[in-house]
């Protein structure tokens, strides 16, 4: 049970301590008892039988009972900060501030946990088996990016996209992303610079040859690399926008909103002179009518004619002269030319078309000219990389943490019952040689492999239970 919760009786909000009703020693001696008659008897007796039957029942007794209070008044009362109740427990008692019924600051015992390194930089989860560490951030932000990444009920998309735009604002670094950065980057641009230089006509060869060489060019330094990340390394080694364009993209931001640019840059990079036809019912019509509101799209008759004309079908086009004494068109270019000379043609298109329906993207303003929207998608997809990296890392270290805990419960008793530990790798081509090296080990019961082996690793610990004898 991850989540915040707040004691309806004492105030308190943080994590919640888990109860069982019984008595681990109890549990501990049953189990025992069975074990020691089970060694001693040359076969399974009747006071084996029994002994085994009331550890059992204990066991799955203690189970079914186990419940959560709260740590400091031991109360059953709580409830979750993310709820309605739970929102309005926290206006009435005061405890912490709310903004757009959203929680934007966390609670003391939470931010006690952030932990500030002598450097400036913010460990967001300490207590992980693989810490985060950000920098030129301030303590404000890491709560923000902290309560984020807490976040349990939240579209992961939802999630990636509210921390992408938390980097660009802020321009954060993360410690753990650089260090890779700084040492396999350079191995990666090597091995693509050996093999240009292994390719004899690589000098001589055409742009268009020497773009597709670089794509397994490319792909042949990433296998080459001993630790890699579960992302696009291709975009995380080459893709990082410089400061100014960064400048750039937080003012196009601040004019439009990130949804808005966001949304602009899917279809942007197409072709901006394309008429787009989207009809009441479709999932993107809101979308396209705010970024009309914004002055990012045009729509209907605001459209260029040529331009609407080119989206018709010759047949579509014939009937629009069904009228007239006119041969039926056979080219495009013919039938345009034809029917921009016709007074009556926004009449003509409204009878067979909805004006709309239809929608036509801006050029950026002149203002933004020093940068490509080439070069803008990439700084978004660059972002996408490094919040994506940071949220499974998180997750999974935090997830790998909670397992680790769950072993060292109720006396150690489940830890007595296992030998050792295995890691499991994702069986694709995406795993690192790195991880599976690791994954040939077995592990002592006392050295838990601590996963995350690196960061944007996705491999997982479980547990090798003693045989019975």
Partial sequence: MAKKFICADCGYIGKPKKYKKGRASVEIILWLFFVITFTVSVKISITTLFFLFLAAIYSAWRLSTKYYVCPKCKSTNIISIESSQGI??????????????????????EAEEIVVTNNGGFILN?????????????????????HLLEKEHINPYEKENALVSIIIRTNLHCKEIDEYVNKFKPQYLK??????????DWETMPEKDKEDLLISFRKKAIESLDIRPYCDLVTLFECKPEQKDIKIINTLISQYGYNNIKFYLNYASRDLDKVYIIPANHYNRD???????VGLARRGTDIPLPHILGTLTLKQMNKLITDLNQKPFRRKSKAI???????????????????RELFQLKPLPSQFSSITLDKISEAFEYFHEIASLIIQTYESGNYAAYEK?????????HLSLIEGWELHNVDDSMTCP??????????????????PLHIGCRCSVSPIYKKQQ
């Avoid at 769950?406 to 008793?413: L, P, S, T, Y």
């Fill in 88 to 109: 309005q427990l926290i206006k009435e008692k005061n405890s912490i501030q709310i903004e757009a019924n959203t929680l934007n600051n966390l609670d003391e015992n």
């Fill in 126 to 146: 300490p207590k992980s088996t693989f810490p985060i560490t950000i920098y030129n951030i301030n303590n404000q932000i890491a709560n923000e990016l902290r």
């Fill in 191 to 200: 091995k693509i610079e050996d093999l240009k230089n292994s390719t004899i």
């Fill in 287 to 293: 979308k396209f009518e705010e970024l009309v509101k």
């Fill in 337 to 355: 030319e034809f029917l921009m000379n016709l007074t009556d043609i926004k009449q003509r298109l409204g009878n067979l078309i909805a004006f």
């Fill in 405 to 413: 805990a769950q072993f060292q419960d109720d006396d150690g008793f």
């Fill in 434 to 451: 790195y991880c599976k090296r690791a994954a040939n080990k077995i592990y002592p019961k006392n050295q838990y492999p601590n996963v």
